[in-house]
């Protein structure tokens, strides 16, 4: 069975930092791209990053370009977002996915985890 | 980056009916449109890949059609598990990938 669980999250003061890791297992990993993709409260669905498989690839949503750093472990089957200078608008719950590639879908999906930034 | 939007934002809708939701995206996205089910609390569900292909165990209720910039999800016979909030999903042109804003589905 495919599992995506992710975890780190929770509350910090604007400016700082937190980094959300995604453990997966019951598939390829290393074979499968990741995103993250986050749901601020009360609003939809926001692609925030993406890494290629062989971390070769990354890209990032305008919102967070500069401040996140996407990255991954397949050794260890972890997926990595590493947030700084948070901002109150970064206040959501961050999900990750997995993807074959260009041209699919994100197939399966995490629970999520919640960051809240605030003073 | 391609907008999607989707219609109505809520859809009331009495248990064993047929739900219809609207997604459109401005530009062509060609097939490359994908339905997924979002229930609070839970891992989004992906429903719908390529417009109209079922994902994997997702029931036969679940049906997609379009292509280009119209798309349409149809839920056949709501049951009360399928109450929840549907969002489409274009990944022709990326990134950035880019989401409708959500249709919720509620009982009426």
């Known amino acids: 069975e495919v599992q995506l669980v992710e975890s780190g999250g929770g509350l910090v003061q604007p400016g700082g930092s937190l980094r959300l890791s995604c453990a997966a297992s019951g598939f390829n990993f290393d074979s499968y791209e990741m995103v993250w993709v986050r749901q601020a409260p009360g609003t939809g669905l926001e692609w925030v990053s993406r890494?290629?498989?062989?971390?070769?690839?990354?890209?990032?949503a305008d919102s967070v370009k500069g401040r996140f750093t996407i990255s991954r472990d397949n050794a260890k089957n972890l997926l990595y977002l590493q947030m700084n200078s948070l901002r109150a608008e970064d206040t959501a719950v961050y999900y990750c996915a997995s993807y074959f590639g260009s041209g699919w879908p994100f197939d399966h999906w995490g629970q999520g985890t919640l960051v809240t930034v605030s003073s | 980056e391609i907008v999607m939007t989707q219609s109505p934002d809520t859809l009331s809708v009495s248990p064993g009916e047929r739900a219809t939701l609207s997604c459109r995206a401005s530009q062509s996205v060609s097939s490359n449109l994908a339905w997924y089910q979002h229930k609070p609390g839970q891992a989004p569900r992906l429903l719908i890949y390529?417009?109209?292909t079922r994902a994997t165990g997702i029931p036969a209720r679940f049906s997609g059609s379009g292509s280009g910039t119209e798309f349409t999800l149809t839920i056949s016979g709501l049951q009360s598990e399928d109450f929840a909030i549907y969002y489409c999903?274009?990944?022709?042109?990326?990134?950035?990938?880019?989401f409708g804003q959500g249709t919720k589905v509620e009982v009426k």
């Open positions: 390529g417009a109209s």
């Open positions: 999903q274009q990944y022709n042109n990326w990134p950035p990938w880019t």
């Open positions: 890494i290629s498989a062989g971390s070769s690839w990354t890209s990032y």
